[in-house]
């Protein structure tokens, strides 16, 4: 709407405002959510889509899907950034890191979660891994399933159900070695981004909107529905050293700053205005 109403001011003013749309995502694939849900969220952005200027999309994916249903031409790639946690901040948590690391390993599921984003895909690794490296894992499930009915083996997993505060968000970070993202489909993950910025080492699954991750030291992607890959990805966590799980806390960080902080962002942002006013 105030696009829209920007757009109008504009035209009346004869003033010439320049409106971006942030577009979280576009289209949703059939089977993802529900059906009205889906189709109302697809009108809506067709509808902001049209009256904006420039449209700021988070992903590849995401530029494909609007693709489908909008002019290219107006389309801009910003990541999705989060405020760069201070350096003293991560240095203590490296520390708490450290002492528990040959005593227990610490996965975390954090957010909310719906269908899509398969939180049962957080049962079958937390129950390999107890079985391969039973008593030295500890994983953590916080969050709110929705629309979805997990049953977690209580043994195992130790769930906050619910909303997250900031403040309790944070300490689930500083305490995890492992952050777990076995989404059946995503256009974008504010997750990894925000996992990115506490130095967390990424274990994913394998759909095309992670590729870009490919090949970098902190991210293991993985086929969530097969052991194999499951349980050959647990050995290699459990024969890291910590010196190598260090040095790839701190590239998990520089990749963070370099793509996806408020340094990023401000860039990027200065850089397209600027192209939208030549």
């Not at 500083?174 to 995503?186: A, D, K």
């Not at 490919?214 to 966590?237: A, R």
Request: glycine share 4%; with cysteine; aromatic share 14%.
């Amino acid at each position: 709407m105030l696009t829209i109403v920007l757009k109008l001011l504009s035209k009346i003013f004869s003033k010439q405002a320049i409106v971006y749309y942030l577009m979280h995502e576009p289209r949703y694939e059939k089977g993802r959510v529900n059906p009205i849900d889906a189709n109302l969220i697809y009108l809506y952005n067709l509808l902001l889509g049209n009256f904006a200027d420039r449209i700021l999309l988070p992903s590849n994916e995401a530029l494909n899907k609007a693709k489908t249903f909008l002019d290219p031409s107006k389309f801009e790639r910003v990541n999705l950034s989060f405020v760069s946690i201070p350096e003293q901040i991560l240095a203590d948590n490296l520390i708490e890191l450290k002492n528990n690391w040959n005593r227990l390993k610490t996965f975390s599921l954090l957010g909310t979660a719906a269908k899509d984003k398969n939180p049962q895909g957080f049962v079958l690794p937390a129950n390999i891994t107890d079985r391969q490296y039973s008593g030295k894992t500890r994983f953590i499930r916080a969050g709110r399933d929705r629309d979805v009915n997990v049953e977690y083996n209580e043994e195992i997993v130790t769930t906050f159900p619910g909303y997250m505060t900031d403040s309790g968000k944070r300490f689930l970070f500083g305490m995890t070695h492992f952050i777990v993202v076995p989404y059946f489909f995503s256009t974008q993950s504010g997750v990894i981004a925000e996992a990115l910025s506490h130095g967390k080492i990424l274990i994913v699954n394998d759909i095309p909107v992670f590729s870009t991750l490919k090949g970098l030291d902190f991210v293991f992607i993985i086929d969530f529905s097969n052991e194999d890959s499951i349980s050959k990805c647990v050995d290699n966590l459990f024969n890291m050293d910590w010196i190598d799980y260090e040095q790839r806390y701190w590239k998990a960080i520089e990749y963070f700053q370099n793509n996806f902080s408020e340094l990023y962002l401000s860039k990027s942002i200065t850089n397209i205005i600027q192209s939208s006013t030549n």
